[in-house]
């Protein structure tokens, strides 16, 4: 029984972008709505495909509300780099505009410190006051947490925030016992999946082709989803994104099933209850 109420601030839970890959957007948003998800990330590329196929950019907003649906999450803009992704994180930008998006995800794959910090603090800028969530990566330029706490600090904008994807932070080095409640003030979302170790594997290669659903693996995603709700009471938005070239050939309605299932079955076990659609996280006695 628990010996306190559920918090009063509860999560949302969504289906990562990169969860479904090249699949069509009606059909993620129906597998994303019928599972019982609360929002979906898009991609870049998902919405010029929805554009390809005649789906207009007011009409993908309108098709995710009439879903029951949020955009949770949009992304990505590469800090960085001067060449022709300029283009691709112009056309986030103005997309942000237009779907509204809880947060917009950045990252950095090149670029000096200076130059990622002026650019991450001139989108929040422009993007005010969207929340700008910065994804740090153990083979990106901004390798831990920590740098991209810093990092997000020293914009010194009030809509610059941090990622928490919780391979990058297990890979980078990570432990739950850093998870504290001023750590959490600059996160915007957590986002779950699970690997487990491998010989001779690049860790770029795992994080972006090898993962699986939370708690199919070996990372301790249960301390860490203890360590949260233990550090906080506004419990962040949880993504799920197992992204996985072997999940992508199967349908995508029984992969959102199993990220459904998985992910509710792994937060209860770390203390985090659903109800209506949302987390709340309680403790237990004896």
Known sequence: MPDTPP?????????????FRDR????IVHAASSSGFTGIG????QCVSALERGIGLDEIGRRVADAGL??????????????PVRHANSLVEDLSRTLNPDRVHVAAFA???????????????????TPVAFEFMPYSQVTNV????????????????VLLDVVHFFRSGGNPVEITGDLLEHIAAIQLSDVTDRHGV????????????????TLDIVGFLDAIGAATTTLPPVSVEPISDALERLPLPVVAEEIMFSTVGILAEA?????DGRFTFVTSVG
């Open 24 to 27: 069509p957007f009606p059909d």
């Open 7 to 19: 918090s009063a601030s509860p999560a949302h839970l969504s289906m990562g972008a990169i969860s």
């Open 111 to 129: 670029g000096e410190y200076s130059r990622i910090l002026a650019e991450f603090a001139a989108v929040c800028e422009r993007l005010h006051p």
């Open 146 to 161: 920590r740098q991209a706490v810093d990092l997000a600090n020293s914009t010194g904008a009030a809509n610059a925030r």
């Open 70 to 83: 949020r955009v949770a999450e949009l992304e990505l803009i590469r800090l960085g780099d001067g060449g």
């Open 271 to 275: 203390g985090w209850v659903m109800q």
């Open 202 to 217: 690049q860790l770029s290669r795992e994080a972006r082709h090898l993962r699986t659903y939370p708690g199919r693996g």
């Open 42 to 45: 898009l991609t870049v590329g």
